[in-house]
């Protein structure tokens, strides 16, 4: 394990450290991909089969699994085994286990004979063996002489080696007109590009309300903004059949309606995405906004569609300078959760028996609290002033018509507007940022004002939501008149929580967030005993957690202020944890935490004081080859991912460990490498 500077050992010398092997990726880096396409493959097989013949290949799946589950074992020489014999199950022992352990050849076989579809040939080529998915880009024209629809749709492979490869697949199409859902249209998808012409039965007619009949039979009132367009919205691809990503090009207003009036909660969120992709004049900006508004007060829209509907309000102020979104949310929550005493309006006591407005109760003080703007800003709204912020540039560009469009067909804001809207959002984002002036005022009015008298639902939630909240407003440019109210908050809430516990020690959890923020921002001197004190066993897990993360966050941080950096005394507390924790879930979260990365936390062996390196280091690496890591195969691939970010891909040249010492790090001497120390790199994830 020779040095090649200082980033140790030569990384081709341990091939199981490499980026790209399979033995050295966690369960958290590959189970996400692995589970979303497993999930996409075997729906896109349920279409491809048709849903009755699917399910009676599930039902002969489990008929045949229940009939070798109740087959009496068998021993070796063909003797029948007692009931009560400790041995193999008889579905292990009779050599059945194909059914019930189900692999691609028994499952391949189990669909030819139910109904004599060929996977291997017809779909597993596309699905299966190869990567990639399918990548359409769809454009909507109308043509009113002939009262027809114009799609172009273009294909293109991505993620796949073969980058020309194109699927052949059937490919629906739903078009919401004026006067309903009639059909749902069918195409083959075979080349590159298509234009396909769908007749409409709705004739265009004067601008007025209307009532539309949706595709579930609910009808709904719709004003059209054009006269001569008869189509609400477009989807491609409705039902999810095709592991797929595509992009439909409508115009806003369409995009707007199917957001606000499609009862397919999966069609209102991806209207809400791609609306927030675009660029777009201030007036249909408001228009967006109002529309998003509409949606978080409609009480038939799904929950997680109204939450979805006011993050993307509060990103409109963050990333837009819309700070207007800002003031139609506090309206908002006024509106719904305010109640009007003479001239003085107060927050009413909690009452969560609508669930679903009890989701958006929570998130609006979330929302509003991750809208951070530059003091510029800050000073323009506190002084009743118009800020034009960097997307102004945008949004004139797109307002004037002087566009251009990029390679891939988009249209982008002329070359010297977006110059100039980049080097603002280039200022903005070196520039310090600050809360909103309205925010920190109105989420520590909901704190100090909040009663849960008469609520027959504990309040730890929302409470806890409040104090992340506030932690969430403590930024580097903080004005010091707010530091000395957040603390003193934080405390209360922290000492309270201690005499009469919340339910997860949710309080508690806000509470030391808080004070975290304020001691990795410099506002306070930091104390790392109270997180140290709520970590150690015997305090609720979910506490526990947070105050390990609050350990690792501050471990290591580089002040933007100052430069300054703070000292790892704190490092053998985790390490304590890593080694000896009685819970084998806290020790795995701290390994997951420790190695995430943190651009504010400066984590390495050479920011170590010389005489922690090797101590430290020899603890990592005892832990590692510890009981624990091989019993634990996601634990230790965590450890070893921690391990190669404190100290890279090879030994340090701080450490020199004789066989005598140690257990021996060189290829030369130990031949037990980081995958092998963990049982073989993870076969048993």
């Avoid at 709904?220 to 039902?239: A, G, K």
């Avoid at 080097?423 to 004002?449: D, M």
């Avoid at 009685?582 to 943190?598: K, S």
Wanted: aromatic share 8%.
């Amino acid at each position: 394990a020779g040095g090649t500077g200082a980033g140790g050992a030569d990384p081709d010398a341990y091939p199981e450290l490499a980026a790209r092997g399979v033995g050295a990726l966690s369960r958290d880096a590959w189970d996400p991909y692995m589970y979303s396409k497993a999930h996409c493959a075997v729906r896109a097989l349920a279409h491809q089969l048709q849903a009755d013949v699917f399910q009676q290949i599930v039902n002969r799946l489990l008929i045949n699994a229940g009939q070798v589950a109740r087959m009496p074992a068998m021993r070796g020489d063909g003797q029948t085994m007692h009931a009560d014999a400790e041995d193999e199950p008889s579905w292990m022992s009779a050599g059945t286990s194909g059914a019930m352990l189900v692999s691609t050849r028994y499952f391949r076989r189990l669909v030819r004979t139910v109904c004599g579809f060929e996977m291997k040939t017809h779909f597993e080529p596309a699905w299966l063996a190869d990567t990639g998915h399918v990548a359409l880009r769809v454009s909507v024209d109308y043509n009113r002489k002939r009262n027809s629809l114009l799609l172009r749709v273009q294909q293109r492979a991505v993620g796949s080696e073969d980058m020309h490869r194109l699927y052949n697949t059937k490919l629906s199409i739903k078009v919401q007109e004026l006067d309903g859902v009639w059909d749902n249209h069918s195409h083959t998808l075979s080349a590159e590009q298509h234009e396909w012409e769908i007749s409409l039965h709705s004739k265009a007619k004067r601008a007025q309300h209307k009532r539309v009949r949706l595709e579930n039979g609910e009808y709904v009132e719709v004003l059209p903004e054009r006269q001569d367009f008869t189509v609400l919205w477009v989807r491609v691809d409705p039902e999810y059949s095709l592991p797929r990503t595509v992009t439909v090009r409508q115009l806003d207003y369409m995009t707007r309606y199917q957001m606000i009036h499609d009862r397919d909660v999966a069609s209102q969120l991806d209207a809400m995405q791609e609306l927030a992709r675009k660029q777009m004049p201030s007036e249909n900006l408001q228009r967006y906004a109002e529309a998003l508004v509409t949606l978080i007060k409609d009480p038939r829209t799904f929950f997680r569609v109204r939450t979805a509907a006011v993050q993307q309000l509060a990103g409109l102020a963050a990333s837009r300078d819309f700070l207007a979104g800002v003031d139609m949310l506090i309206g908002l929550f006024k509106e719904l959760f305010y109640a009007t005493d003479g001239r003085v309006k107060l927050v009413r006591t909690c009452d969560f028996r609508d669930y679903a407005l009890y989701f958006v109760q929570k998130a609006v003080p979330k929302a509003l609290a991750s809208v951070h703007i530059t003091r510029e800003a800050a000073e323009a709204v506190a002084a009743g002033r118009d800020y034009l912020g960097p997307e102004a540039a945008l949004a004139a560009a797109a307002g004037s018509g002087e566009a251009e469009v990029d390679a891939d067909g988009n249209e982008v804001p002329a070359a010297g507007a977006a110059v100039a809207a980049a080097g603002a959002g280039a200022t903005k984002r070196r520039g310090a940022l600050v809360p909103h002036p309205a925010v920190l005022p109105f989420v520590a009015s909901l704190v100090k004002h909040h009663d849960n008298t008469g609520n027959p639902f504990s309040d730890s939630f929302y409470l806890g939501d409040l104090l992340k909240a506030l932690a969430q407003c403590v930024t580097p440019a903080l004005d010091e008149s707010f530091t000395l109210m957040l603390l003193d908050e934080f405390t209360y809430q922290l000492n309270r929580d201690k005499l009469l516990m919340s339910h997860g020690a949710q309080v508690s959890r806000g509470a030391l967030l808080g004070l975290c923020q304020l001691q990795a921002y410099g506002k306070i001197p930091q104390d790392m005993s109270v997180f140290v004190e709520h970590s150690r066993h015997g305090h609720p897990i979910s506490l526990r957690l947070v105050s390990i993360e609050c350990l690792v966050g501050l471990t290591c941080v580089q002040d933007e202020t100052t430069k300054a950096r703070n000292g790892l005394s704190n490092l053998s507390e985790l390490l304590d944890i890593l080694a000896s924790d009685p819970v084998a879930r806290v020790q795995y979260e701290t390994a997951v935490r420790m190695t995430v990365p943190n651009p504010n936390r400066k984590l390495g062996i050479r920011y170590l004081h010389h005489s922690m390196q090797k101590t430290t280091i020899y603890r990592l690496w005892m832990t590692l080859v510890g009981r624990q890591a091989e019993a634990d195969a996601r634990f230790g691939l965590t450890l070893q991912r921690f391990y190669e970010a404190l100290c890279g891909r090879g030994v340090p040249p701080c450490l020199h460990v004789t066989a005598a010492a140690g257990p021996s790090m060189s290829r030369s001497g130990s031949r037990r490498s980081l995958a092998a120390a963990i049982g073989g790199g993870g076969g048993g994830g």
